[in-house]
């Protein structure tokens, strides 16, 4: 489910190295599901030479408020090296990342217990720019239960929250 970079994405290169580490972002990225993008348009489908960079969506915890929501990271197969592409704020702890099979739509579920003064989560949904694999907001829902952890696709890919137990 990686998402082969584009020659056209743009970098942004981290200010301080110091502030953040190659240890804390891995420390913080396990704190949140990352979900890869899959059946994207390589590079190499276009005629560009075929890239060794992917793209990694990693979603996080906002609440201590350390983070900055959904991490947008290029990661080059080769060396491991993680490179901060961007971030997108996406609520309060979009945590589980999932992209729509048509690999259009990612989509965030944010792990809160109280959504629009509702005892509910929610789920925000981000356009995937073809190209770059930056995300624009398309708007979110009330996932119609308390604190989701996780969601799925139904067979007719319609998002779908878990059974309540």
């Not at 743009?10 to 993008?37: I, K, Y």
């Not at 609440?63 to 900055?68: E, I, K, L, P």
């Not at 190209?131 to 067979?155: H, I, K, M, N, V």
Request: net charge positive.
């Amino acid at each position: 489910m990686w998402r082969r970079a584009s020659p056209a994405a743009t970098l942004l290169p981290m200010t301080n190295s110091r502030e953040s580490s190659r240890r804390d972002f891995l420390t913080a990225s396990a704190l949140g599901f990352v979900a890869l993008a899959r059946g994207s348009m390589s590079s190499a489908s276009r005629g560009a030479p075929q890239l060794d960079d992917e793209l990694l969506y990693v979603g996080t915890y906002t609440d201590d408020g350390r983070s900055g929501g959904i991490y947008l990271v290029h990661v080059d197969r080769r060396s491991g090296q993680l490179r901060l592409a961007g971030s997108v704020s996406a609520g309060a702890n979009p945590s589980f990342l999932a992209i729509h099979p048509n690999g259009r739509v990612l989509y965030a579920v944010n792990e809160i217990d109280k959504y629009n003064d509702r005892a509910t989560g929610a789920v925000s949904a981000f356009a995937i720019t073809r190209d770059t694999g930056a995300l624009t907001r398309l708007g979110e829902q009330p996932s119609e239960g308390g604190a989701p952890c996780y969601f799925r696709f139904s067979l007719t890919e319609r998002l779908r929250p878990p059974h309540p137990s």
